[in-house]
């Protein structure tokens, strides 16, 4: 990355920008921009909110929600081995546009994962953003040396962070108009999303869905992390995980420039005294422990929306905030066998309902003819284990007490038959 922006290579993403002038010159240059994404968001957001109780669910393929971030040149080799291991459909990995010296090792790990479908993220920088024939030039590099090799391309990401390049939407639409431009005129048949704005400001994503560029997406990429607010069940502005899913997706379903398709591709929650690694500050770090909880929870309330089409978690090997943690010797977090387990039983899950009562969380699902219901609590209390339960543990070991302790941590409860 160029002046003024520079990256951090432990937390894995820009620093925050150090130049106040530069910024304040660039969003004045941007001010058109900005009133166009308070007045479209004037507009859609209450429209949207409106529409939310009619729009459907759909049938989500359990096989390909699950999606794994990976880098593909971190521990290479311990990658492979551990996607493996995982036996993930699914993976999601970046690549910057400031590094297109470094494709062909990115092919070679894309050939060593062609049992999977791939998501390539590519990440922006300013010099992309500033001179867009310079764009295109890379983007047919990248579509010509990967034809065939990548599922869908993610066009761009965090796109509301003055840090990672953009400073307007119009500037994000004239980026990825040039993307589908490609795809219109030379790569017809390859799958491009986008709209890429992170957290819950979807002002932006509007103005993202509901503008005059002549283009489309095959689906949507948000970046919905919810860790500032803890829990996933807590709310933001009267808005839990399920809800903001719900509104997103009610925003993508009435909008004419996408297909009804939504894939949040990154998400996670940053782990305690991991610091400079943690991407956040010690205020929203969680323990490894919580860290698990979380992720499995965001996972079941994602697909228990039947709205979303998959979840990458981001990501495999991180030492603030992965599964593993390879800065010394290898260390797998619970989190990751916690992954494995939830990956296992619910690979071809068919989602029946979602239950929540009092705080209390059931979800149910059937899983190989039979009926799984996976329950947690946001206030502990307790569940007699019955005769026809088969019960185990987020990390998978058997449970055989009389009695469940459901709280934090979701316990998979299969009904046997004849019940």
């Known amino acids: 990355m160029k002046e003024p922006y520079e990256w951090d290579n432990y937390s894995d993403q820009p620093k ?9 010159m660039m969003r004045k240059k941007e001010f058109v921009s900005v009133l166009k994404t ?19 669910r759909k049938e989500v393929n359990s096989k390909y929600f699950f999606s794994l971030g990976v880098d593909y040149k971190r521990e290479c080799e311990l990658t492979l081995t551990l996607l493996d291991e995982l036996k993930v459909k699914k993976i999601l ?12 090792e990115l092919k070679i790990f894309v050939l060593k994962n062609k049992d999977k479908k791939i998501t390539l993220k590519i990440l922006q920088d300013r010099e992309n953003i500033q001179d867009l ?4 030039t890379n983007l047919r590099t990248i579509f010509t040396n990967l034809d065939g090799l990548i599922d869908i391309y993610e066009i761009g990401s ?3 962070r003055a840090k990672w390049g953009f400073f307007s939407v119009d500037e994000y639409c004239r980026f990825y108009a040039i993307a589908y431009s490609l795809k219109i005129k030379e790569f017809k048949s390859i799958t491009l999303i986008g709209s890429g704005v992170i957290d819950f400001e979807y002002y932006f994503t509007a103005h993202t869905l509901f503008n005059f560029f002549k283009y489309k997406y095959d689906g949507v990429a948000s970046l919905l992390y919810v860790d500032r607010r803890g829990a996933p069940e807590n709310m933001q502005m009267g808005f839990t995980l399920s809800d903001k899913i719900a509104l ?14 939504l894939h949040i591709t990154e998400t996670n929650w940053p782990i305690s005294k991991t610091a ?62 916690a992954y494995k387990f939830m990956l296992k039983t ?8 979602l239950d929540i009562k009092r705080a209390y969380y059931i979800l149910q699902c059937l899983v190989d003819d039979k009926i799984l219901q996976i329950h947690w609590s946001l206030k502990p209390t307790t569940l007699k284990n019955e005769e026809f339960f088969s019960v185990f543990s987020s990390l998978g070991e058997t449970i055989n007490d009389k009695t469940l302790q459901i709280g934090s941590s979701p316990l998979y409860i299969y009904i046997k038959d004849g019940v």
């Open 93 to 104: 990995i970046r690549f910057k546009l400031w590094e297109m010296s470094e494709l062909d």
């Open 133 to 136: 024939e310079l764009l295109e």
């Open 158 to 160: 965090s796109i509301n």
């Open 38 to 56: 308070i007045f479209t968001a004037i507009i859609i957001l209450p429209i949207s909110l409106i529409m939310m109780p009619f729009v459907k």
């Open 248 to 261: 997103l997706s009610t925003m993508i379903w009435i909008s004419p420039k996408t297909k009804n398709i």
């Open 346 to 353: 619910l690979l071809d899950a068919q989602f029946l309902r």
């Open 16 to 24: 925050q920008l150090q130049d106040k002038n530069y910024k304040k």
């Open 276 to 337: 400079p690694y943690a991407p956040t500050s010690e205020y929203e770090c969680v323990s490894e422990e919580i860290y698990e909880d979380f992720m499995l929870r965001y996972h079941f309330l994602a697909f228990a929306s039947q709205q979303v089409d998959s979840v990458s978690w981001h990501q495999l090997i991180a030492r603030g905030y992965g599964l593993i943690d390879a800065s010394d010797d290898i260390k797998k977090r619970s989190a990751f066998y």
